[in-house]
């Protein structure tokens, strides 16, 4: 089986951007179970859990761009992902600035 194209921009429009207390990041290493290690927009590498209602629905996996929540009592380690970017959708928040283009 090959790799699965998104055929038009159809795809594209449900991207969500980071809302107060959002961070992008970028997954740099899968901890096992929930558990997985990111590289956020501010420089803190933090250790990302992957929330529940994505844990089986959305698979994640290593340079995957996420959008993290930080948790408010251990702001500066630990969040929540909250969405995983496709490849389209990483190209397009490149093109539009949202995202350093060497992130």
Same mark, same amino acid.
């Given at each position: 089986?090959?790799? =699965?194209?998104?055929?038009?921009?159809?795809?594209?429009?449900?991207?969500?951007?980071? !809302?107060?207390? !959002? *961070?992008?990041?970028?997954?740099?290493?899968? *901890?096992?179970?929930?558990?997985?290690?990111?590289?956020?927009?501010?420089?803190?590498? %933090?250790?990302? %859990?992957?929330?529940?209602? *994505?844990?089986? %629905?959305?698979?994640? =996996?290593?340079?995957?761009?996420?959008?993290?929540?930080?948790?408010? #009592? @251990?702001?500066? !380690?630990?969040?929540?992902?909250?969405?995983?970017?496709?490849?389209?959708?990483?190209?397009?928040?490149?093109? @539009?600035?949202?995202?350093?283009?060497? #992130?």
């Amino acid at each position: 089986m090959g790799k =699965r194209q998104v055929k038009s921009e159809s795809a594209l429009k449900e991207i969500r951007l980071p !809302e107060e207390g !959002e *961070l992008f990041g970028r997954v740099l290493k899968m *901890l096992g179970g929930e558990n997985v290690l990111i590289k956020c927009t501010d420089n803190i590498t %933090r250790r990302g %859990r992957i929330r529940g209602k *994505l844990k089986r %629905r959305v698979w994640i =996996r290593d340079n995957d761009i996420v959008i993290i929540a930080p948790w408010d #009592f @251990n702001e500066a !380690e630990k969040g929540d992902i909250v969405w995983r970017f496709t490849l389209p959708q990483v190209e397009w928040l490149k093109e @539009n600035g949202h995202i350093p283009k060497d #992130f």
